[in-house]
Nanobody, 125 residues
Framework: VQLQACGGGLVQAGGSLKLSCVAS????????VGWFRQAQGKEREFVAR????????YYADPVKGRFTISRDYAKKAAYLQMSSLKPEDTAVYFC???????????????????WGQGTLVTVSS
């Protein structure tokens, strides 16, 4: 499975961007799809995830109320709508798919076995 992430770019603080993540395989299925981000000089961190069956979403505290994760089952795609962007949201954003069952909540990188290539989001002040 290949995941293609896109939608990053340069935006002013307070603006919005929508990231997309599309799976190449028509038969794609997963337990969850997540978004992670890595700022320069920092470790990659969890942003949000959605269970592929649509049962639930989870957000990291810094993005709660500003970001919305969704998925389109038919298009094999997941999205991250980002609003009220802040300079500290600047990072490379990665989408990932968890195709193996986990007893966890799909917030850890180790729970994901397929990763997209990353898309850069830059928020200017």
């Amino acid at each position: 499975v290949q995941l293609q992430a896109c939608g990053g770019g340069l935006v002013q603080a307070g603006g919005s961007l929508k990231l997309s993540c599309v799976a190449s395989d028509r038969t794609f299925s997963a337990y969850a799809v997540g978004w992670f981000r890595q700022a320069q000089g920092k470790e990659r961190e969890f942003v949000a995830r959605i269970r592929w069956d649509g049962r639930g979403t989870y957000y990291a505290d810094p993005v709660k109320g500003r970001f919305t994760i969704s998925r389109d089952y038919a298009k094999k795609a997941a999205y991250l709508q980002m609003s009220s962007l802040k300079p500290e949201d600047t990072a490379v954003y990665f989408c990932a798919a968890a195709t193996k069952y986990s007893t966890g909540s799909y917030r850890l990188q180790v729970e994901y076995d397929y990763w997209g290539q990353g898309t850069l989001v830059t928020v200017s002040s």
